[in-house]
C-alpha cells in the first residue's frame, strides 16, 4: 500500500494508480513456486543427475519480478533510475557469490587434484565477472555427462552468469518503452508487450536452431535463453488481466505443479534444451502464476503460501549456490561419478543447511545494510569491493600457477629423468622433492610443437595446407626428409625424434590430423579424414620423403591390434620405392593414470600402475618388417610400460597426460633410446645412421623455455 499511496499523493489521474495498483502486492505463492524450482534443480543434479528445468523455471521468475518493479515505476511517472538499479542489483548479488567461491577455492585447494586448479581458477574469474556461460560454451563444456565428477565446482553458475547479463540489459528495454511512451500517446503496457514478443519470437526461433545445430554451445548461449526471460515479462505484464475463476484456479494450479515435475522424468532433455522443449516447463509454472491464490483449503497456493516454503524461496539463492559445489567436492572425494541415495539425502541436508544459515547470518545482514545505498559512489565501492575480495586470491593462484610454469623444467634433468632412470647403469642425482613434470596446470597443454606451416613455395596440395608442417625449419640443406604422418598416437613422438634428426641434419616434416588413419579411405572414422588421407598421396609426391614414419599397430582399452588396411596403405608405398619405419602404439586406458596419481596425491601410488592385454605379446607388425626390406619397426612399449606394468610416473615424469598420449616431457626423455633402437631397425634394412645423438642429463635450470609447454591445451 506504501507505493500505491505515494502515488495517490504524487497527483497522477485514477487511472495511472489503479494501474499501478494492478501490478502492486506480494505473491507468496510465486516465492514458494521459486522454492520448489530451485528444491527441483538441486534434486535432479544429486539423485538424476538430469536436467529439471527448475534453472528455467527460476530465470523466467527473475524476468516476472524485474518487470512488475520497473512497470510500476513508469506507470507510477517515477525515475527508472537506471545506474542505481544495476549497482543496487549487483551489490545485492555479489556478496553470496564471492562467499560461494571463496569456499570453493579452498574446497578445491584441500580436497582437488592439482590438476583441476587451474581450471577452477580460471572460472572464478568468470564467475565473479558475469562470463561464466560465454567460458563454458566456448570450451564446448558437455553439461549432460554421466560423471559429474570431472565437472567444475562453479559450473552451475553459467544460468547465474546469463542472469547478470540480462539484468544489465532487460532494463535499458524499460527505458526505451519510457522514451516511445513520452513521445506518443501510447501506453505503457502495450508498448512493452510487443517489445517482449520481439524478443521472445526472435530469441525462440534463434534458440530451436541453435539447438539444432550446436547443442552444447547453445545450451549457455545468453541469447538462446532471452525467450525465457521474455515469457516471464509477458506473464507479469498479462497476469493482472488474467482472472480464472476459482473452480479453474485449483486443477489449473495441480496440472501446472505435476506437469513441471515430470519433465525430467519424461523428456530427455540432452540434445533438445534450451530449444522449444524448454516452453513445457515455463508454461507448467505459467500455469502455476496464473493459478494465483484460490482461497480454497485444496488449492496449491495453500501449500506453496506456507510459511516454510516462503521461507526456502528466501534461501533458494544461497541453496542454489551451495549445492553443486558440495555435490562436486563429494564426488571428487569419493571418486565417484554420482552420488547414492544415502548420500544424495545429506548432500542435501547439508546444503540446505548452510543456505539456511548463509542467508541469514550473510545475505539478509547485507541486504538491509543502508549505508552503501546512501549515495551511488558508496554502491558503487560496495560492488568494486565485493569483486576485489573475490577476485584477489583466484587472479593470485593463477599468478603462483603461472611462475611455477615459466621456472617447470620442459625436459629430462637430473631432477626429472623421465626414461633415463630406466637404463642399467643410471645413477640418481637429483631432488627427491622436485615436482613432478609436467605440472598439473600442464597436463593439458601436450601436443608438441610441429613448427610452422610448410612454405608456400613447396606447392602443397590445398587440402594439406594448414596440416602440413615443417617441423625442423632451421634445417636448410637436409640430408634425408622424414614425413611423420598420421594422428596423434603418431604425433607423439615428434620430440623423440627431433634429436636425433638434429644431429643428422634431417629434415621433419608432418602432416597429422588427430583422429585420422594413415591407412585407407574406408577405415576413416571421421568426415574430415578422408580428404586429409586424399591428399597425403600428392604431398608425399611433392615431399619427396627419403622416409615416412607413421603409427604401425594400432591399440584400444582391450589391447592391440593389426589392422589390414595399414598394410595395404604400407604395400602401396613400398611398391613406389618408398621406405617406411613404423612405430608400435602404446597402451590405451579407460582412465587417465596422471589423474590416478594427483587424486591419490601420490606419484607411486599401486591402483595408479595398470596392466595392459598387449603387454608381453609380440608385435603385430613385426611380421611385416620381417618380409618386407622397405619397412622397418620400432618398438618402444617396454620403456613405457617396464616389466609388463604401466605405471604413471616414471623417474619424475608423468608418462601420460591423458588415457593414451605420451607427455612431452617424458617423450623427450625417450629420445637416446629411440634413436638407438630406430637406428638399429633400419640397418637391418641396409640404412645407415651417420650421427647418434650426445644427450647427457642436465641441471634443471639449464633446459631452454619450450613455448609448447605453456598450458595452452592439447589435443
Wanted: charged fraction near 15%.
Amino acid at each position: 500500500m506504501g507505493e500505491i499511496g505515494q502515488e495517490r499523493k504524487s497527483g497522477l489521474d485514477p487511472a495511472a494508480v489503479d494501474q499501478v495498483a494492478r501490478y502492486s502486492g506480494f505473491r507468496p505463492e510465486i516465492q514458494g513456486l521459486r522454492a520448489v524450482a530451485v528444491f527441483m534443480v538441486v534434486s535432479y543434479h544429486i539423485f538424476f543427475g538430469r536436467v529439471s528445468g527448475g534453472v528455467d523455471i527460476f530465470l523466467l521468475i527473475s524476468a516476472f519480478f524485474m518487470t512488475l518493479s520497473f512497470v510500476r515505476k513508469l506507470e507510477g511517472g517515477r525515475p527508472l533510475q537506471l545506474g542505481r538499479y544495476w549497482l543496487h542489483t549487483f551489490k545485492r548479488l555479489l556478496p553470496m557469490a564471492v562467499v560461494t567461491v571463496l569456499g570453493t577455492l579452498v574446497l578445491t585447494a584441500l580436497f582437488f587434484p592439482a590438476n583441476r586448479f587451474e581450471e577452477v581458477t580460471r572460472q572464478a574469474v568468470s564467475t565473479l565477472t558475469y562470463t561464466q556461460n560465454w567460458a563454458l560454451a566456448f570450451t564446448q563444456v558437455d553439461y549432460y555427462a554421466v560423471d559429474r565428477s570431472t565437472a567444475s565446482p562453479l559450473q552451475h553458475f553459467w544460468s547465474l552468469s546469463v542472469q547478470g547479463q540480462v539484468f544489465l540489459t532487460w532494463p535499458l528495454i524499460f527505458g526505451l518503452a519510457w522514451l516511445i511512451t513520452r513521445r506518443t500517446r501510447l501506453r505503457v503496457v502495450p508498448v512493452l508487450a510487443v517489445l517482449f514478443g520481439a524478443v521472445f519470437t526472435a530469441s525462440l526461433i534463434f534458440s530451436v536452431i541453435t539447438t539444432a545445430e550446436q547443442q552444447e554451445f547453445a545450451y549457455f548461449d545468453t541469447r538462446t535463453r532471452l525467450w525465457e526471460f521474455a515469457l516471464g515479462s509477458l506473464l507479469a505484464l498479462a497476469i493482472p488481466y488474467l482472472n480464472p475463476p476459482r473452480w479453474l484456479r485449483v486443477p489449473l494450479g495441480w496440472a501446472g505443479l505435476i506437469s513441471m515435475i515430470l519433465v525430467g522424468f519424461l523428456v530427455d532433455v540432452q540434445g533438445a534444451f534450451p530449444g522449444w522443449i524448454a516452453l513445457w516447463p515455463l508454461l507448467s509454472a505459467a500455469a502455476i502464476m496464473v493459478a494465483g491464490q484460490s482461497g480454497s483449503p485444496i488449492g496449491l497456493d495453500r501449500i506453496f503460501a506456507s510459511r516454510p516454503l516462503v521461507k526456502l524461496g528466501d534461501a533458494s539463492y544461497a541453496l542454489y549456490l551451495v549445492h553443486w559445489p558440495l555435490l562436486i567436492t563429494y564426488l571428487v572425494l569419493r571418486e565417484r561419478p554420482v552420488a547414492g541415495p544415502r548420500s544424495g539425502v545429506v548432500l542435501v541436508l547439508v546444503s540446505l543447511g548452510l543456505a539456511i544459515l548463509a542467508t541469514k547470518f550473510i545475505e539478509k545482514p547485507l541486504k538491509k545494510w543502508k549505508w552503501p545505498e546512501a549515495t551511488k559512489p558508496r554502491l558503487v565501492g560496495a560492488v568494486i569491493l565485493c569483486l576485489i575480495i573475490g577476485l584477489t586470491p583466484a587472479l593470485a593462484w593463477q599468478q603462483a600457477m603461472n611462475r611455477q610454469v615459466e621456472t617447470a623444467p620442459s625436459g629430462p634433468n637430473t631432477d626429472n629423468p623421465g626414461a633415463y632412470s630406466l637404463a642399467a647403469d643410471y645413477q640418481p642425482t637429483g631432488n627427491d622433492d622436485a615436482p613432478t613434470i609436467p605440472l598439473p596446470q600442464q597436463l593439458e597443454a601436450q601436443a608438441p610443437n610441429r613448427g610452422p606451416a610448410c612454405p608456400a613455395e613447396w606447392n602443397i596440395p590445398a587440402e594439406a595446407q594448414g596440416l602440413c608442417t615443417n617441423a625442423t625449419p632451421d634445417v636448410e640443406n637436409p640430408e634425408q626428409t622424414l614425413l611423420l604422418i598420421g594422428n596423434s598416437h603418431a604425433e607423439h613422438w615428434l620430440d623423440a625424434i627431433r634429436p636425433l634428426a638434429e644431429a643428422n641434419n634431417w629434415r621433419i616434416v608432418t602432416y597429422i590430423n588427430p583422429g585420422c588413419y594413415f591407412t585407407t579411405e574406408e577405415d576413416q572414422r571421421f568426415d574430415n579424414c578422408r580428404p586429409w588421407l586424399a591428399a597425403a598421396d600428392p604431398l608425399i609426391e611433392t615431399v619427396d620423403p627419403d622416409m615416412i614414419v607413421t603409427q604401425s599397430t594400432f591399440t584400444n582399452a582391450e589391447g592391440e591390434f593389426y589392422k589390414e588396411p595399414f598394410a595395404q596403405r604400407l604395400q602401396q608405398l613400398t611398391d613406389e620405392g618408398r621406405r617406411v619405419v613404423g612405430i608400435r602404439d602404446i597402451p590405451r586406458f579407460t582412465e587417465p593414470g596422471a589423474d590416478c596419481a594427483l587424486q591419490s596425491r601420490t606419484d607411486g601410488a599401486p591402483e595408479c600402475t595398470r596392466g595392459h592385454p598387449m603387454l608381453g605379446q609380440p608385435d603385430p607388425a613385426q611380421p611385416l618388417a620381417d618380409a618386407n626390406p622397405l619397412f622397418s619397426e620400432v618398438d618402444l612399449v617396454d620403456q613405457v610400460c617396464p616389466d609388463e606394468k604401466c605405471p604413471a610416473v616414471i623417474g619424475n615424469m608423468y608418462v601420460q597426460w591423458d588415457s593414451g598420449h605420451l607427455t612431452v616431457p617424458f617423450t623427450r626423455s625417450l629420445a637416446p633410446v629411440f634413436a638407438e633402437r630406430f637406428t638399429a631397425a633400419v640397418a637391418t634394412d641396409g640404412v645407415v645412421v651417420e650421427e647418434q645423438p650426445d644427450l647427457p642429463l642436465v641441471e634443471p635450470g639449464e633446459l631452454e623455455k619450450d613455448p609448447s609447454m605453456e598450458p595452452t591445451g592439447g589435443q
